[in-house]
């Protein structure tokens, strides 16, 4: 199997155990990788904290790092210097919208509920890639998480889908930028999975249930299928590939 010892990541958007970070951490952490936890605030340091004692390493850091604070970003990146050194890839987990704009019509979308949804769900690649790129001296690979509803529309998910296209225009041009640095930046577009930023987008049980019975795989996507395609992206296996989006998701996306 594949080995990641040695390797340090930052794994930034576990929120609870359903949380697609936290299945991505434990695909790091069975292949030996070393782990850096990031959270948003200390609203959710507790229930990070306790998951993350349940790996039994104590190679494990945690830290807050809230990505609409540019300060905190530097900061989080600047400690991690301080304490590891060198780090080897991030795992970009994030995304937030208001409910408000999750339902109904697109058009309706406030600016304010529009550059939301850009600053903490697009935005926050862009910065977190910038201030990674110093600790990733050996070479690295920055994964984050999309959705088919950045592609086409998918109803309700308006805002986050015109989010997900800029994240996925991010990808490229992140790509681009960092591949002369021996960093790779990809996408998972993950099929979707029933978690606490599931739970805001407006019918998702007809979502789930549509997948179950249209998609080649006929079922729903895993945690544990982004983690080990994750896995993959952040291993030496996938080393010639950058700027591209791997859809998991049961083969949903190849439907008309
Ligand atoms: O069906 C799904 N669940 C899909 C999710 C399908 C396809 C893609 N995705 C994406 C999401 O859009 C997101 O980008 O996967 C990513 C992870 O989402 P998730 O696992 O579904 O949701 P959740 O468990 O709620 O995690 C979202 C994280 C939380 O983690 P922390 O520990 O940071 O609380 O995003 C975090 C949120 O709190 N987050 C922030 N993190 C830092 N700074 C911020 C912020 N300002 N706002 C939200």
Redesign the pocket.
């Known amino acids: 199997t594949l080995s990641l010892k040695g390797r340090t990541y930052v794994v930034?958007?576990?929120?609870?155990k359903?949380?697609?970070?936290?299945?991505i951490a434990r695909s790091l952490h069975a292949a030996g990788a070393r782990l850096i936890?990031?959270?948003?605030?200390e609203?959710?340091e507790a229930?990070?904290r306790k998951l993350v004692e349940t790996l039994e390493d104590e190679t494990a850091l945690l830290l807050p790092?809230?990505?609409?604070?540019d300060e905190?970003i530097v900061k989080c990146f600047a400690d991690i210097k301080e304490k590891v050194g060198v780090i080897h890839g991030v795992a970009?987990?994030?995304?937030?919208a208001n409910k408000e704009d999750l339902s109904g019509e697109y058009m309706n979308v406030s600016r304010e509920g529009f550059l939301l949804a850009h600053?903490?769900?697009a935005y926050?690649l862009t910065a977190v890639a910038r201030e990674a790129k110093a600790l990733m001296t050996e070479g690295g690979s920055i994964v984050?998480?999309?959705?088919?509803?950045g592609e086409r529309v998918v109803q309700n998910y308006n805002i986050?889908g015109v989010a997900?296209a800029s994240?996925d225009a991010s990808v490229k041009y992140l790509a681009n930028d960092l591949g002369q640095y021996g960093i790779r930046v990809n996408a998972?577009?993950?099929?979707?999975?029933?978690?606490?930023?599931?739970?805001g987008?407006s019918d998702?049980n007809s979502?789930l249930k549509e997948i179950e019975e249209r998609a080649p795989l006929r079922r729903t996507?895993t945690?544990e299928e982004?983690g080990d395609a994750a896995l993959f992206l952040f291993s030496d296996l996938s080393r010639g590939v950058t700027g591209e989006c791997i859809h998991v998701?049961s083969g949903y996306h190849i439907l008309a």
């Open positions: 930034m958007g576990v929120a609870n359903r949380s697609i970070a936290w299945g936890f990031t959270y948003a605030g609203r959710f229930e990070v790092c809230d990505v609409t604070n905190d970009h987990c994030i995304a937030f600053n903490i769900s926050s984050t998480l999309t959705y088919l509803g986050m997900k994240l998972i577009s993950a099929g979707p999975i029933r978690t606490l930023s599931a739970k987008v998702f979502i996507t945690q982004v998701d």
